[in-house]
């Protein structure tokens, strides 16, 4: 019987050992969520949730990459001018629709946006979101030069270039842990690249093949990426969009034995006055 009733006791002692701390931590996570305007109970939120707000970018899948662009497209928001022409804008979508439809990366949603800035230019980041100068817009003759530059920044999405370079300035930069890097460092890397272009040879030309491989299969004229490059190639002085680039000679050289491997007979998008007439309508 005496040893029975020790069983209990210790039964008891083990149960309220293991009870208390419970109790104690959700005592005071509701106390926390409760609190009414209180900024540090807020702040306990992420440490709850740490996990959640760490991003390997070795192994990152679709769904974080789309989130991680949107927050570096918030960011980018208070650095670049996005036009609020409506009609520039819808006529730039149906453009990167079209293109969306034939990337190697069709399972994520792609976002078209212009800049009012008169440099040429054009840049994406991560997730599907690309941003093309109203600069641009007005030098290239028609939309099949257009479409090109478009899927040329599809490539860089595709090959994923920007998440790569994130993680190779996070490395560098020693602010990558065993785990991952914070969400929130890693929105300032993705901007700061975007912003900078640091794009490197073979990602440039991996962008270059890829997106005529896609202008080809969307049926746009593939001498539009040759002629617009030409085109970079004959300015007086070096754009934007060529800054940190490989040569446009060199680039002209690697599309044209591309071409000459995988000929196509398709045409479109080289209407010089009818894409003119839309440009000086839309951007008026």
């Known amino acids: 019987m005496i040893k029975l009733q020790r069983i209990w006791t210790n039964y008891h002692l083990w149960q309220r050992r293991c ?22 109970a807020i702040d306990l939120l992420p440490l709850l949730f740490q996990g959640v707000q ?23 928001q208070q650095e670049v001018k996005i036009s609020q022409n409506s009609q520039l ?21 792609y976002t078209f946006q212009v800049v009012e800035d008169s440099a040429v230019n054009a840049f994406a980041t991560a997730g599907g ?3 093309i100068n109203t600069g641009l817009l007005k030098i290239a003759d028609n939309e099949a030069e257009v479409a090109s530059v478009l899927a040329h ?7 994923k ?32 690249l975007a912003l900078n272009l640091p794009r490197s040879r073979k990602d440039e030309f991996d962008a270059d093949k890829r997106g005529l491989a896609n202008i080809t299969r969307t049926g746009y004229a593939q001498s539009a990426m040759v002629s ?4 970079l190639q ?51």
Request: net charge positive; with cysteine; proline share 4%.
């Open 19 to 40: 009870l208390y701390p419970f109790v104690s931590v959700s005592v005071a996570v509701i106390i926390c969520l409760g609190t009414p305007l209180s900024s540090k």
């Open 54 to 76: 760490i991003l390997n970018l070795s192994n990152i899948s679709d769904r974080q990459e789309v989130t991680l662009g949107q927050q570096i497209n918030q960011e980018l």
């Open 89 to 109: 804008n819808s006529y730039i979508n149906e453009v990167g629709e079209r293109l969306a439809a034939n990337s190697d990366r069709p399972n994520i949603p």
């Open 129 to 131: 979101f690309i941003y």
């Open 153 to 159: 920044e599809m490539g860089h999405i595709e090959g």
């Open 161 to 192: 270039h920007l998440i790569k370079q994130m993680r190779q300035k996070a490395i560098a930069s020693g602010v990558a842990t065993a785990t991952g890097l914070d969400r929130n460092k890693a929105v300032g890397i993705g901007v700061q």
């Open 228 to 231: 617009f490059m030409k085109k």
């Open 234 to 284: 004959k300015s007086s002085s070096v754009p934007t969009f060529l800054s940190t680039h490989p040569g446009a000679r060199d680039r002209v050289i690697a599309l044209q034995n591309q071409i000459n491997t995988q000929p196509s007979n398709q045409n479109n998008g080289l209407d010089n006055s009818v894409y003119q007439a839309k440009i000086r309508a839309f951007l008026q």
